[in-house]
């Protein structure tokens, strides 16, 4: 049997499309036409983590490190179709999710910070408290506002957009796979197609000839 990287259903997942997402100045439209502060942010949030919107709305006060610009997320796929229980006794609790910590950017480092002391809110709070339903509510509303009214409107293509944008900025899919937190690595490089629109400049770094191994070539 061929290792789990290399079975079929990972290869063919590099044969899908680039997936939705927004160029910079769409998502940046969308987040200047939020109708509040609050909402601002929480798109901010969205395009600065990749986190999925159920993610987001589940990151508390203390996940976020403000001396250091980091936050920490859980991580909370949503798993469709009906599940195998294992055998055994049914679990008391839900098991704690695992969780993965992120560098952000100042830019929300800074917006975070600011909500938090405007808003006087204690460690355990909930930064978003609010639904996925009314997640996705902003997003659509923002996007109407600022002229974009497709089917990408909705908060997974700034998770999208996110990984693309890492992807442009030459930043490793394993870096990648990490800060999105994703199990299979083969997910992560479906947003590598990004790079392909024009390898040119992978090609001006290849080195391959005598003239390309001399001081200052290349690079």
Known sequence: MLPTIFRRQNIQKLNLALPDHFNIDEAWKIISAAGSIRDRIFLMFLLGTGARISEAISVRVRDFTPMDSSVRIPNLKRNCGPKKRRPGPRPKQKPEPEYRTLPVKPGLAGALSQFIRDNSLALDDLIFPFSRITGWRIVQK?????????????????????????????????????????SNLFNTLIYAKATALDTRPFMGEMKLFPEDFREGAGG
Request: hydrophobic share 40%; net charge positive; glycine share 8%.
């Open 142 to 182: 923002a996007a109407k506002t600022a002229g974009i009214n497709d089917s990408r409107c909705h908060p997974h293509t700034f998770r999208h957009t996110f990984a693309i944008q890492a992807v442009r900025s030459g930043i490793s899919p394993i870096v990648i796979q990490q800060w999105l937190g994703q």
